[in-house]
């Protein structure tokens, strides 16, 4: 654990919704603390969603979170039906395929396949 990444913690303006969106999505669950705070549970790395006005995003300097999944074109579908959009559809690269989309808050993420 010595100088390994930990933690993330990301902005977003609706907590209730966003917990929403990853639990219909990607099936992870939330620990709250308070009205402003909860933790992920079960994403792959210890995470947490605080409140903020802020959106991150790889244009303006984010680390970009990307996810994996089995089946890109299920994840990329479930992630519209739930109000996420589609900001870059499937497309190649050295090791396999991947999109990016942006959540409720307009953050961007990108998920990822072989």
Not at 29 to 43: H, L, T, V, W
Not at 58 to 73: F, H, K, M, P, R
Not at 96 to 111: C, I, M, P, S
């Amino acid at each position: 654990m010595h100088h390994k990444i930990n933690y993330i913690e990301i902005p977003v303006k609706d907590i209730n919704e966003t917990k929403s969106f990853f639990t219909k999505v990607f099936s992870w669950s939330f620990i709250d603390y308070g009205e402003e705070y909860c933790s992920i549970s079960n994403s792959g790395i210890d995470a947490g969603f605080y409140k903020a006005d802020l959106t991150m995003s790889q244009s303006t300097g984010s680390a970009l979170i990307v996810l994996y999944s089995n089946d890109l074109e299920d994840t990329q579908t479930k992630i519209k039906q739930h109000g996420g959009e589609i900001t870059k559809a499937i497309f190649s690269f050295p090791g396999g395929r991947r999109f990016h989309f942006t959540d409720l808050n307009n953050n961007e993420y990108a998920v990822w396949s072989k």
